[in-house]
């Protein structure tokens, strides 16, 4: 079934969620006023009486991005109207007193500012060899002034430095957008940090205990920069959810024995919805990280995927489908999925279909290199033996995928946890080993990724306007992709939470 670009829900703040239109939410103009980055107070320059310095006023308020920008662009309306008009004594008083308007508008939107607003801080981060996210060739020696959480500007060359900015000069290392990790299983704290200080600035998490991932989520919004920003699908929808889903929600008890049938499974999705979730993370087939259970077995009718995806559409959500098997796999995105999680098995014809769809693939090669080798977050025999025999044939698929022109998307499907050995810079080395050229790989892992996630109009790649989620590594990641394992510097939101330059 075919349904309108979805819209993305957005979370405006704690237990708050809004519904944004996707196309609004790409032009930088429009950016959500989240509150990831509490907006700045308008500050009205002291020096301003005459009319002729209110162009300068309405620029500065312009380049005051956060939360204003509605805003803004009805001052640039006005501040043009200004430039045209003639020298006439009561146009000048109409002027006046649109003037004299503003001002005392922008004083109550000032004071309406929430108490933490402080005074704009700049961050000049300078001789930067720049992979944007978007383009195909690095920009060399370039700057990128941050403020206020954003990325305010980019600049070739590294001077002049903005007057009163912090400096990080990078001497020629790689700045990258924070990489997107589509598909994580961040279940605590601890796993948020490790993943962050591994260059991640958002993640999707696709299933974790008690709604963990939306209190991560939460407290990014809230400005704890130690935490990468999340895109939070609570449980898996499944005919068997997680026990734990019934400690959260014993009013659905009912559905313990099995949720089967389209009503059941709209009930299973409105749950998550209503708990706050983004993204809905529904099962196609069963799981390959389960020593007894058959991946290409196929779970969940035509109907009852239909249902999760309308009932998600409903709220503005995309649906994430896990699937390693073609029938099931192929069932979602008929269904109407965003992506397609692992995908081991799929065939031709539903590349094709997903190439025609515009849906997603996440390979998730990473992880099943960690079901063959020894410790990580499987350790077992039986999942060895099976990760051997997948392995191949999803590298084959993934490459297949690519070659079609399937978006192909990097997640890690790691928990972070104090065993987990995989990062998203292997993934995007397992990318380009299957032959995808580096800089599509670096995309799969940022702008692409953010673009799955419907998350692209604040993140995943560096452009004004966008949030501050930035990472720097030693070496040129295009010419040997390992060089992303290295990161050396993490900005997430504007703030610094990774600083290892000049050790
Ligand atoms: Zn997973």
Redesign the pocket.
């Known amino acids: 079934m075919e349904w309108p670009r979805p819209q993305t829900s957005m979370n405006l703040g704690v237990n708050q969620n809004v519904v944004l239109n996707e196309n609004a939410a790409l032009k930088p103009d429009t950016i959500p006023a989240d509150n990831h980055n509490p907006p700045n107070s308008v500050r009205l320059p002291h020096s301003i009486h005459s009319i002729g310095r209110f162009d300068i006023l309405f620029d500065c308020l312009y380049a005051s991005r956060s939360g204003a920008r509605k805003r803004a662009g009805a001052v640039r309306t006005i501040s043009q109207t200004t430039t045209i008009v003639p020298e006439v004594s009561s146009m000048k008083r109409r002027l006046s007193l649109i003037v004299l308007s503003l001002l005392l508008l922008f004083n109550q939107l000032a004071a309406a500012r929430p108490a933490h607003s402080q005074a704009r801080s700049a961050l000049a981060i300078t001789h930067a060899n720049l992979i944007d996210g978007i383009g195909n060739e690095p920009l060399r020696d370039m700057m990128v002034v941050v403020a206020d959480g954003r990325i305010e500007r980019i600049e070739a060359g590294s001077n002049p430095v903005p007057t009163g900015a912090s400096v990080i000069d990078l001497k020629g290392r790689w700045l990258l957008p924070g990489l997107v990790d589509a ?3 961040i279940a605590d704290l601890r796993a948020a940090r490790a993943a962050l200080t591994s260059g991640v600035t958002t993640a999707r998490c ?2 974790v205990n008690h709604f963990a991932d939306i209190g991560i989520r939460d407290l990014n919004h809230s400005g704890m920069a130690d935490v990468p920003d999340v895109v939070a699908a609570g449980y898996h929808v499944r005919p068997h959810p997680a026990e734990e889903f019934f400690l959260d929600a014993p009013k659905l008890a009912d559905l313990m024995p099995g949720v089967s049938g389209a009503e059941k499974v709209r009930r299973l999705v409105r749950a998550m919805i209503e708990r706050g979730a983004n993204v809905i ?1 529904i099962m196609a087939t069963e ?1 390959a ?1 389960l020593p007894d259970t058959d991946p290409r077995k196929r779970v969940f009718t035509d109907e009852e995927l239909a249902a999760a995806v309308d009932e998600a559409r409903r709220a503005g959500l995309y649906v994430a489908a ?1 699937a390693h098997g073609d029938e099931g796999a192929a069932a979602a995105v008929r269904a109407g999925v965003r992506s397609i ?2 995908g081991t098995y799929l065939s031709d014809q539903t590349l094709a279909l997903m190439k025609e769809r515009g849906t997603y693939l996440v390979p ?1 090669i990473a ?1 099943v290199i960690d079901l063959i080798e020894p410790g990580g977050d499987y350790d077992n025999a039986q999942l060895s033996i099976r990760g051997r025999a997948m392995l191949p044939r999803l590298r084959e698929t993934a490459a297949k995928a690519y070659k079609v022109g399937v978006k192909i998307v990097a ?1 890690t ?1 790691t928990g972070y946890g104090p065993s987990s050995n995989r990062r998203l810079s292997h993934e995007v080395i397992e990318l380009v080993a299957i032959g995808i050229a580096p800089m599509d790989a670096i995309r799969a892992a940022t702008s692409v990724s953010a673009e799955c996630l419907g998350v692209n109009g604040r993140t995943g790649s560096i452009k004004p306007g966008l949030e501050a989620d930035l990472i720097a590594v030693e070496r040129d990641p295009i010419s040997d992709v390992r060089n992303l394992q290295d990161v050396v510097l993490v900005i997430n939101n504007g703030k610094v939470a990774l600083h290892r330059l000049g050790w």
């Open positions: 598909h994580a299983h696709m299933g993370k799981r990280g896990h999680e692992h998730t992880t997640g499907d």
